[in-house]
Every structure is written in structure tokens, then in C-alpha cells.
């Protein structure tokens, strides 16, 4: 029994209409997430384009026949903003609007009438295109559901593009819904697949992106947006465990804010805040994009450099040092003069566990506090050079 055109139509906007229902509820149940949202319109606007298309056929009604093409050609309009939202990109409504200004305007023109199928189809190319681009050049979060759906527009521009060479050469009247023999006919098959498999994806592309933000907020100190003490921890023994490979030196520095109590008892909380994020951005801009660095307490923070020797570590933290207190004078328009105190300790060739290198910056530091506070204390170790070390001492900026 050869297959029904009509019944193919109706289940496609059936499809279409389910999948938008599922996108909602899944739009309600994550925050109300926008691109859910569009995606979920964009499924309506097709379900609504193809009944459109149908009730054309059996009614023999022209109009309804473009205004299944304006709403089938408004479905990837509102994909393309739903994946440029996603992304967190810009994503003007005109471009949403334009490919049905574009089709508007061809029917009001009589010389361009004729052509109004094919151009509805060579415009939806052109959108699915551009989804397709915005994905791609998202890519950088490495979401798995990104490739899946990739490939489902790619494969659905193609077979679009396939109905417009169909209308222009005939094979398909312009504004006629395709046999299921001719070689547009896929789509009424092709079409169903495209519907839930791009639902299944950009509903599981939500889900990734959410899951690797919560894994990013766990290893993710909230007040300063640094790496907290377990993911500092974790970093610094991937970093030292390459440097002991490679017998590549490695330094640890630790740091505390001097005097940080009195600083929120004069000025409160919400200052002394703005002074442990200046600090981070101090830290931030002073090390290298190889170092690894975390608080790991109240007000103490820690570092891990790698190829780094006891000189040009001490370098660095006297670097840090001194532009926390240059640039940091003023906070909140208030002065108030915040300085810092760091512990330095190295292993030429990271034979010693992270927790030696950190327990032996750690009673540095408590000798820079000792000795005045606002300086960098070293780790006496024996594998360090005594001549390096006395002049790296005396070099030290009280």
C-alpha cells in the first residue's frame, strides 16, 4: 500500500509538537533556561508550518501554503537565537525575522513569485548553516552533545538543499509538498529524526553545560573565583608529578594577608572581601599561565610553579609582594594599606612531596610574620645554594 503524503505530514507535526512539549517541560524544570525556550518555539513553528502545508494540499489553498513556508522558514530562525544564546552570543531578532522578510517580500513581487519554494528552502539552508557554524565555534567547553547535533543540521541543510535544486529544476512544483518517491521525498522521513534527535541533544548539551558548571563551583572558591583548597591540592600534585618526571625544578610559595583581622574590624567584611579579590587579581596577573595556585585558608593563599628555581620564584613572590601593597592602597575608596607575607620553599628536582614543600613554606612564612610581616621568607634547604640564597636575603625589599 503506497504510503499517504497527508498521514506522513500530520506525523511530522505531531513529532514536531511533542518534541516542543518536551522542551518545555524540560525549559520549566532547569530554571527556565532560554535556549530550551526557543528551541521548544522553533519546534511549534514547524509543527504549526507543516500542518500548514497539509491543509494546503487538501484544501487548495495557496495562502496557506506560504504561510506553512513562513513558519517553516521562522523554525530555524529561532534555532539559529537558541543556539547563539547557548553560547552566551549576541542575537538580534532581526536575523530571526529576516528570512520571512526576505520570503514576504519575493511573494509581493511578481517577478520572484514563482520561486517562493525554492527560495523558502535555499534561506532555510542558509539558517541551519549558521547554527551549525555557532555550534562549531562554541566548541571550546567540549560538551559531547555538541558533535551529534552538528551533524543532524549538517545532514538536514543537505537534504534542504536537496528540495531547493528539486524546485528549481521541477522535479518538485514550487509550492508543492514533495511525492515520497522523488528524491526530496526523504524528508518527510528525515524530518521526524532531525525533530527528536535535535530535542534529545540540545536537551542533553542544557544538561552537560549544567553539570560541568556545578563541577566547576565545587573545585571553585566562591568568594574570590580562584581554585579552592581541594582543587589546588589536585592541580599541584599533577604539576609537581610532571616536574619529577621531567626532573624539572618546582617551587611552592604561600602567602597570608597581614594584619587581615584588623582589617574587617576597621572596615568590615565587605571590604576586607575586596581585598583577598584584589589580591587574586595580583596572583592572577603576576604568574605564569603554568602555575597553579588556590586559597587554601581564611586568608592564606598558595602557589605552585613549576620550572621555576628558588631565585626566580623568590623573583616572582617579591614581585607580588610589592604590587599588592603599590596597588592595592585603596579600597572601596578607603586607604587601607593591605600587605602580604609569603613563604618560599623549591626542590631542584621535585623529589619531595608537595605536603614537605608546603609544610616548609608554611614555616617560612610563619618567619616572615615573626621578622615584621610585609616580606618573603626562604626555606632553608640543603640542596639550595647558601651563596644564592644569602644574596637573594639580602635583596629582600623590608
Known amino acids: 500500500m503506497p504510503l499517504d503524503v497527508t498521514t506522513l505530514m500530520a506525523m511530522g507535526s505531531f513529532v514536531a509538537t511533542c518534541a516542543a512539549m518536551v522542551l518545555l517541560v524540560a525549559w520549566w524544570q532547569n530554571g527556565k533556561v532560554l535556549t530550551l525556550e526557543l528551541w521548544a518555539l522553533a519546534d511549534l513553528a514547524a509543527a504549526a508550518g507543516i500542518l500548514c502545508l497539509s491543509l494546503a494540499v487538501v484544501l487548495r489553498r495557496p495562502a496557506l501554503s506560504f504561510l506553512g513556508d513562513s513558519l517553516l522558514t521562522l523554525a530555524p530562525g529561532l534555532m539559529w537565537k537558541a543556539a547563539r544564546e547557548f553560547d552566551e552570543r549576541p542575537a538580534p531578532a532581526a536575523v530571526v525575522l529576516l528570512g520571512i522578510a526576505v520570503l514576504g517580500l519575493a511573494n509581493a513581487i511578481p517577478f520572484t513569485r514563482g520561486v517562493t519554494g525554492s527560495l523558502f528552502l535555499a534561506i532555510s539552508v542558509i539558517y541551519y ?20 547535533l552538528l551533524l543532524l543540521l549538517s545532514a538536514h541543510a543537505a537534504v534542504m538543499a536537496i528540495g531547493a535544486y528539486s524546485t528549481l529544476t521541477g522535479d518538485v512544483g514550487q509550492n508543492a509538498v514533495p511525492s515520497v518517491m522523488s528524491l526530496f521525498g526523504v524528508i518527510h522521513f528525515e524530518n521526524n529524526i532531525f525533530t527528536i534527535g535535535t530535542a534529545m541533544f540540545i536537551l542533553a548539551l542544557v544538561k552537560e553545560r549544567n553539570e560541568a558548571a556545578h563541577a566547576r563551583a565545587a573545585r571553585t572558591d566562591g568568594l574570590t573565583g ?34 587581615f583581622k584588623a582589617i574587617n574590624d576597621t572596615h568590615g567584611h565587605a571590604v576586607g572581601d575586596d581585598v583577598l579579590r584584589k589580591f587574586c587579581d595580583v596572583l592572577a596577573r603576576s604568574l605564569r599561565s603554568s602555575d597553579v595556585f588556590g586559597r587554601i585558608g581564611g586568608e592564606e593563599f598558595a602557589a605552585v610553579l613549576p620550572d621555576a628555581d628558588i631565585e626566580a620564584a623568590f623573583v616572582r613572590a617579591e614581585r607580588i609582594r610589592v604590587s599588592f601593597a603599590r596597588n592595592c592602597r585603596y579600597v572601596a575608596d578607603r586607604q587601607i594599606d593591605p600587605t602580604v607575607s609569603c613563604g618560599l620553599s623549591a626542590s631542584a628536582d621535585a623529589e619531595q612531596p608537595l605536603t614537605v614543600l608546603l609544610v616548609d613554606a608554611d614555616q617560612a612564612l610563619y618567619r616572615a610574620k615573626a621578622a615584621g610581616k610585609n616580606r618573603v621568607e626562604l626555606a632553608v634547604q640543603p640542596e639550595a645554594n647558601g651563596d644564592s640564597l644569602t644574596a637573594l636575603q639580602a635583596a629582600r625589599c623590608g
Open 129 to 148: 548553516v549558521a547554527i551549525a557554524a555557532s555550534l562549531w565555534s562554541g566548541r571550546t567547553d567540549r560538551l559531547a552533545a555538541r558533535l551529534p
Open 226 to 259: 580562584i581554585a579552592n583548597r581541594a582543587a589546588f591540592y589536585e592541580s599541584a600534585e599533577r604539576v609537581l608529578e610532571r616536574c619529577r618526571r621531567d626532573s624539572a625544578p618546582v617551587a611552592v610559595l604561600v602567602f597570608d594577608l597581614d594584619r
